[in-house]
């Protein structure tokens, strides 16, 4: 496969960008069966030396001690290519780690927070007690703080699980964890975020003050696979689904920097799936919130794109790449510094699930045209990460559990000072 190039009209805004091919992860067994956190969350981040993190997990569609799984977590620079892997947490200390999330701290640090199985019992198949679990460790996966438990049960009922966290580092030393929980009712849960100190020893997170909605006014609904975004004035933008099925609401929540709620709506009716979250970014220069998901309204689900800008109280709707009986689905997206986003997903629409990438421009609506970057096969998730420069670097997932880098074509150490 020869690099592939985005193309745009001479006096577009949006970037050139020219990808390798991609090059399959070169660490241990646990890349026979690892995974993309399937909400909506990043696992790769770039951290302020250049050096990009890698976060995924490895096991069994379910958690039993006969089949665990585990979280790991490896770095890549563009001078020594992957680290080794580095196992965070799971077998064979305990029964299951996953859905892991990272966030850039200082100092080459990244936080990661995952759901975690070890205080399960067989009388509740495994998963009647997940909590949430984190920690600190260095490109090298020497853990600056050991793992800790973060929430902690104390509901009467069974089935008191936390699930799918996302962490955002906030500057100078603000962490956020966004996660849903059902902490206050076995069968309907809630959306809670908490703030916790960086370089604190990872105390229990309190739920009360975490949490965003209520179970008691959700007619029966669960609330599930929640992202958010950091806003510029420290406030956070969130949006989550209604029920463990397809075709439930998309909901929208804005909180202020003092955890007040300030707004909630509804992005779209029955259009989005349990299976194939949402994600939610907003933009570092004019502080528009963009939510993107694969629409439910045909059997052939297209990605959807929301637009809302800050003064506006509504949302704008449009198809991100219109394709007639093609199925997109597993987004993620990231704005660079210029307010431009860089989107990428998996698509059948040319038989085989591949990975395309988009750039686009929010403001005008302007997109460059859509890119197949991963080549034929089968390709069923991706992530993004942008660089110091704003060039996205995206893993992508094969449908046969393995792990792929794809970077931009200018990424090595004899073509880095071309920039």
């Not at 099925?245 to 929540?253: G, I, Q, V």
């Not at 990428?344 to 040319?350: E, G, L, Q, S």
Request: charged share 15%; proline share 5%; aromatic share 10%.
């Amino acid at each position: 496969m020869l690099p592939v190039t985005t193309g745009f009209a001479q006096n577009s805004s949006l970037p050139r960008v020219s990808f390798r091919p991609p090059e399959a992860l070169s660490v241990s067994a646990s890349q026979s069966n690892a995974h993309l956190s399937a909400s909506a969350v990043s696992n790769t981040v770039f951290d302020t030396s250049g050096c990009l993190h890698l976060t995924w997990w490895s096991g069994a569609e379910t958690v039993t001690p006969a089949t665990p799984s585990s979280v790991y977590h490896c770095a890549w620079s563009r001078e020594k290519g992957w680290s080794d892997e580095h196992l965070i947490a799971g077998f064979p200390a305990t029964l299951g780690a996953r859905q892991p999330s990272l966030s850039a701290l200082d100092g080459g640090r990244v936080w990661i927070a995952w759901h975690d199985h070890r205080h399960c019992t067989a009388s509740g198949n495994y998963i009647d007690n997940t909590e949430l679990y984190g920690t600190v460790t260095d490109v090298d996966g020497v853990k600056i703080i050991d793992q800790r438990r973060l929430t902690q049960t104390v509901a009467e009922h069974k089935g008191d699980n936390a699930y799918c966290p996302k962490v955002l580092f906030r500057a100078p030393d603000t962490v956020y964890i966004n996660w849903y929980d059902f902490h206050y009712n076995g069968w309907v849960s809630d959306i809670f975020l908490a703030k916790v100190n960086a370089n604190n020893p990872l105390t229990p997170l309190d739920m009360a003050s975490a949490r965003l909605t209520n179970a008691t006014t959700h007619a029966g609904k669960a609330y599930v696979q929640c992202d958010f975004s950091l806003m510029a004035d420290g406030g956070v933008a969130c949006v989550w689904g209604t029920g463990t099925t397809w075709m439930t609401d998309l909901m929208f929540m804005e909180v202020t920097p003092s955890g007040v709620v300030s707004r909630t709506s509804v992005v779209a009716s029955s259009d989005v799936s349990y299976y194939d979250p949402a994600c939610i970014r907003v933009s570092p220069t004019t502080g528009m919130s963009v939510v993107l998901w694969p629409s439910q309204e045909q059997e052939a689900s297209q990605m959807r794109v929301a637009c809302k800008p800050t003064a506006s109280e509504t949302f704008t709707m449009s198809t991100l790449d219109a394709r007639e009986g093609v199925t997109q689905r597993r987004v993620d997206a990231e704005f660079d510094s210029a307010g431009r986003l860089h989107i990428v997903w998996a698509d059948d629409r040319n038989g085989d699930s591949q990975i395309w990438y988009v750039c686009m421009n929010c403001e005008t609506g302007e997109k460059s045209q859509p890119l197949c970057v991963s080549g034929d096969g089968a390709w069923v998730a991706a992530t993004l990460a942008l660089d110091e420069v704003g060039l996205p670097y995206i893993v992508a997932q094969t449908e046969n559990d393995s792990l792929s880098l794809i970077a931009p074509e200018k990424a090595g150490v004899s073509d880095w000072f071309a920039y």
